[in-house]
């Protein structure tokens, strides 16, 4: 998520936030610099670190609980620097032809994405690995990188159009395109892996209907409906660790989230394309069904189907909303997290009005959740806010439009990059420094069956980082 202005609200700053790949820490960017916090608590946020050495950062990526950290400015918005922030050090940078609009990473990979091109690297020595060209315009720098695989492989997924809800696939560690999902009829808005790159999840710029997709074969696993009459601009898109649940934040004030329960959906009415949907419940449906429009979806479903519209059927087979949380301010780009704090199922809320909203989630009956904390994230960030429950009422913005530019198909190319301008070596570095970067995941298991011997040059020398890495 890049600075971004609201629908609404124009008044608070603006920050860049985002979570790491396992939602253990928050990253803030400011004018000022950037933050580092821990979340390992509900009612104190534990600053790991402070930067006052970049000013205006618009991006900023940490790489799980590492010490290793990509930066991009404003200033300087075609240069990408990775940094160990424990020893204050840049230890490399990259330029590029064009502004860098979003940066992935994960054990193996860094992806730099500009508006029509995808810079993948291997994360060990910076080495582009490979480069996919003339993708089609994507201003956003809408992208997604799967953190991790039972098979060892990651993937990308990309916008494939301008005009429809085309995801396109790319096999990272391969370096081939995997699938192509016509996923939307409109163009894309928002893309999540789960944790094990096994499902991915997307959103289309209309905002009403979420869709979740395998990623071995394409097909679609379930259709979840976050509104009908309301269209939305989605922001954040994420699922839990276990994959049973699915969040999703926009410019309205209501954050809501799915269960994605494979039993119940294996029992749903199939959609257009014969894939199982999500099903949801609350705990104020009555016993013998839940709530007024789920009765009489079902009822149409199974006995009056054949006599409806095939898209009206769909409407009332989607899975709906499981949970909610109602925002204090809305129509602000943030970024979402389902993960575990003090042994229980929160949402975390990091907004770009510099906020962070906690809340509990009650896993087995849903319903509206259970609003816990507030904390400021530019002004004290080490203590929480003013509480507050109530919503400043959702935003007039409308949804921008789909793109006008017809869609081109991307080609890709190995080895050097030309859009690549040039690549330097951050001054001062120590020849162990990459050992450090990697302290607690630098799983050796998947290094050892490396056969190629990658290098890291130092303002010195060259050593090659698999000894630093075993070594360490």
Same mark, same amino acid.
Do not use: W
């Given at each position: 998520m890049a600075f971004s202005e609201g629908d609404g609200c124009s008044s608070s700053p603006k920050v860049f936030v985002t979570f790491n790949q396992d939602f253990t820490s928050l990253a803030v960017g400011t004018s000022k610099g950037y933050r580092l916090f821990a979340l390992n608590s509900v009612d104190r946020l534990e600053k790991i670190h402070q930067s006052t050495e970049f000013e205006d950062v618009a991006i900023?990526?940490?790489?799980?609980? %590492?010490?290793?950290? @990509?930066?991009?400015?404003?200033?300087?918005?075609?240069?990408?620097?990775?940094?160990?922030?424990?020893?204050?050090?840049?230890?490399? !940078?990259?330029?590029?032809?064009?502004?860098?609009?979003?940066?992935?990473? !994960?054990? %193996?990979?860094?992806?730099?994405?500009?508006?029509e091109s995808l810079y993948i690297h291997n994360i060990l020595d910076m080495k582009v690995l490979h480069t996919i060209r003339d993708t089609p315009a994507n201003p956003?720098?809408?992208?997604?990188?799967? %953190?991790?695989?039972?098979?060892?492989?990651?993937?990308?997924?990309?916008?494939g159009s301008t005009s429809i809800g085309e995801i396109q696939i790319f096999d990272t560690e391969n370096i081939c395109a995997k699938i192509m999902i016509p996923a939307h009829n409109s163009p894309l808005a928002a893309l999540a892996f789960n944790a094990n790159g096994s499902l991915l999840a997307s959103a289309s710029e209309r905002g009403t209907v979420i869709r979740v997709f395998s990623v071995n074969d394409g097909s679609r696993v379930y259709e979840l409906r976050r509104g009908i009459k309301r269209c939305a601009t989605i922001f954040s898109l994420a699922f839990n660790a276990e994959s049973t649940l699915l969040a999703c934040a926009?410019?309205?004030?209501?954050?809501?989230?799915?269960?994605?329960?494979?039993n119940s959906a294996s029992g749903a009415s199939s959609g257009s394309?014969?894939?199982?949907?999500?099903?949801?419940?609350?705990?104020?449906?009555?016993?013998?069904?839940?709530?007024?429009?789920?009765?009489?979806?079902?009822?149409?479903?199974?006995?009056?189907?054949?006599?409806?519209?095939?898209?009206?059927?769909?409407?009332? @087979?989607?899975?709906r909303s499981f949970a909610t949380a109602k925002l204090s301010l809305c129509g602000f780009p943030c970024s979402t997290a389902l993960t575990t704090v003090e042994r229980q199922c929160r949402l975390l809320v990091a907004s770009s009005a510099g906020y962070l909203y906690v809340y509990n989630v009650n896993t087995e009956l849903g319903g509206e959740c $259970?609003?816990?904390?507030?904390?400021?994230?530019?002004?004290?960030?080490?203590?929480?806010?003013?509480l507050s429950t109530g919503c400043m009422g959702p935003s007039s913005g409308g949804v921008s439009g789909a793109g006008g530019a017809s869609p081109t198909p991307a080609t890709a190319t190995g080895g050097g990059a030309t859009g690549l301008v040039s690549a330097g070596v951050g001054g001062g570095t120590s020849g162990g420094l990459l050992a450090n970067l990697f302290e607690r995941?630098?799983?050796? $298991?998947?290094?050892? !069956? $490396? %056969?190629?011997?990658?290098?890291?040059?130092?303002?010195? !020398?060259?050593?090659?980082?698999?000894?630093?890495?075993?070594?360490?």
């Open positions: 900023i990526e940490r790489l799980f609980s %590492s010490s290793l950290v @990509a930066v991009v400015t404003l200033p300087s918005s075609r240069k990408l620097k990775v940094c160990h922030f424990k020893k204050g050090t840049e230890i490399t !940078n990259f330029s590029y032809a064009n502004s860098i609009l979003s940066v992935r990473l !994960n054990r %193996s990979r860094v992806v730099v994405c500009l508006e956003k720098g809408i992208c997604a990188l799967s %953190s991790g695989s039972e098979k060892g492989v990651t993937y990308l997924a990309y916008p926009s410019n309205f004030e209501t954050v809501h989230i799915f269960k994605l329960d494979e394309t014969g894939a199982p949907q999500a099903t949801a419940s609350s705990p104020s449906d009555s016993v013998t069904g839940g709530s007024f429009l789920d009765y009489v979806g079902k009822a149409i479903i199974s006995g009056s189907s054949s006599l409806l519209p095939a898209a009206m059927s769909d409407v009332f @087979a989607q899975g $259970t609003f816990l904390r507030q904390h400021n994230l530019i002004d004290d960030p080490l203590h929480s806010g003013g995941y630098s799983n050796r $298991t998947d290094i050892g !069956n $490396t %056969s190629c011997e990658a290098h890291y040059t130092t303002s010195k !020398n060259t050593v090659p980082i698999l000894a630093l890495l075993k070594a360490h």
